[in-house]
């Protein structure tokens, strides 16, 4: 029979267990939400200087999305400016998710474009297809189902890297469509001494290879990465200028939770669309 002093004990044990456990879970969490804040940035020293990326999140699917290395939130935040862009269309983001990547059914010999049509204005982008078949599949496929309509660009980074960060339905960093393309083109000419240059688009991952999923970024000033990101698209004359309005209007600071650094220009893509010629 077990005393009354062995029950306390073994209560005792199972509630230590308990937050051992509870502690254990917070941890990886924690380190899963920094691993997705670093997803499209790594981190860089360049120097004596650390520059931190977007993350694609992680690579786009919440738990899968997320490494384990821990990584202070890139970016400083600037003084906030007037909101320079328009309210969102009304709508609301899908959550749906696919088991695995579509078929790929791209023509590698055709142009894509693609249109954000967005709260701050038009962003046309010309698609790498031959390069980047799989990447550009991706987002065809994604389009059509309206995956990215109503979706929050969640990051703006301003300083040592310049980009947008855009694709996660969720606009916390850590969302994808649930399965994963692999990298592609990241031998392109235009990648020259670790540059990304102003206009490329390039997708976010988790750091890991072939980890990406929706999450991509548009870079609206050259910026120092290493070439792990697959570019697969530039933007146009006109789709820079709405960039750096964007830009212009400076970021958040550092959300507590995410790590983010929002943009302060409400940026939402109303509408995206992929089209063939």
């Known amino acids: 029979m077990v005393s009354q002093e062995q029950r306390r004990r073994q209560l005792a044990r199972e509630k ?24 499209v940035l790594g981190v860089i020293l360049i120097g004596s200087v650390a520059l931190y990326t977007t993350g694609v999140v992680l690579g786009d699917d919440d738990d899968k999305t997320n490494a384990s290395a821990e990584v202070t939130p890139s970016a400083s935040a600037t003084s906030k400016a007037p909101d320079p862009c328009d309210k969102p269309a009304e709508g609301k983001a899908k959550t749906q998710t696919w088991k695995k990547e ?29 390069a980047a078949p799989h ?6 496929f994604l389009a059509g189902k309206g995956y990215f309509d109503h979706t929050k660009c969640h990051r703006l980074t301003t300083e040592g890297i310049y980009v947008l960060q855009c694709g996660d339905p969720t606009a916390q960093g850590n969302g994808g469509p649930g399965y994963n393309i692999p990298d592609e083109n990241l031998k392109d000419t235009t990648l020259k001494d670790n540059m990304y240059p102003a206009g490329t688009v390039a997708m976010a991952n988790t750091g890991q290879p072939d980890s990406g999923g929706s999450q991509f970024f548009l870079v609206y000033q050259n910026s120092q990465l290493p070439p792990s990101y697959t570019p697969f698209g530039t933007v146009s004359e006109e789709g820079m200028a709405v960039l750096k309005k ?19 220009a409400t940026v939402v893509i109303n509408k995206a669309t992929v089209t063939k010629s």
């Open 135 to 140: 990447t550009v599949n991706s987002f065809d």
């Open 16 to 39: 230590f267990l308990r937050q051992q456990q509870r502690r254990t879970t917070a941890r990886r969490k924690a380190r899963m939400r920094n691993a997705a804040i670093a997803s």
């Open 246 to 264: 964007i830009a212009a209007a400076g970021a958040q600071p550092a959300d507590p939770t995410t790590g983010n650094t929002a943009p302060n």
């Open 102 to 130: 579509p078929g790929l059914s791209v023509d590698k010999s055709a142009k894509y474009t693609m249109k954000l049509e967005t709260t701050c204005g038009d962003i046309d982008i010309a698609l790498k297809a031959k």
